[in-house]
Nanobody
Framework: QVQLVESGGGLVQAGGSLRLSCAASGRTLSSYTMGWFRQSPGKGREFVAAIIWNSGNTYHSDSVKGRFTISRDNAKKTVYLQMNSLKPEDTAVYYC??????????????????WGQGTQVTVSS
């Protein structure tokens, strides 16, 4: 079992930046993927980005590619989501997730073993 705690959300103007953090504890993260998902009011939860812990390989959704970057710090067991050029449509609760590696299809699906509690990101126009 992996425990996940997100932080770094807040209110920002359109065009601004935020960095989200997700601190993991519990079992080792080797052979795991960690990812970010988001859910806007009235919408379903959607995939944002994922990273394979061992290799550092990343995968970003088309909606955030070129604006958001996922990364990780092995020593701190923390994954980050750097969000630049934010838009009002990025407003959502952002969730961190972790699961054993099962390819990018699994990493980008809602079928995750562990979820954080979420952090609110609000982008004003």
């Amino acid at each position: 079992q992996v425990q996940l705690v997100e932080s770094g959300g807040g209110l920002v103007q359109a065009g601004g930046s935020l960095r989200l953090s997700c601190a993991a504890s519990g079992r080792t993260l080797s052979s795991y993927t960690m990812g970010w998902f988001r859910q806007s009011p009235g919408k379903g939860r959607e995939f944002v980005a994922a990273i394979i812990w061992n290799s550092g390989n990343t995968y970003h959704s088309d909606s955030v590619k070129g604006r958001f970057t996922i990364s990780r710090d092995n020593a701190k067991k923390t994954v980050y989501l750097q969000m630049n050029s934010l838009k009002p449509e990025d407003t959502a609760v952002y969730y961190c997730a972790a699961s054993p590696y099962g390819g990018w299809a699994r990493a980008s699906s809602l079928n995750q073993d562990n979820w954080g509690q979420g952090t609110q990101v609000t982008v004003s126009s």
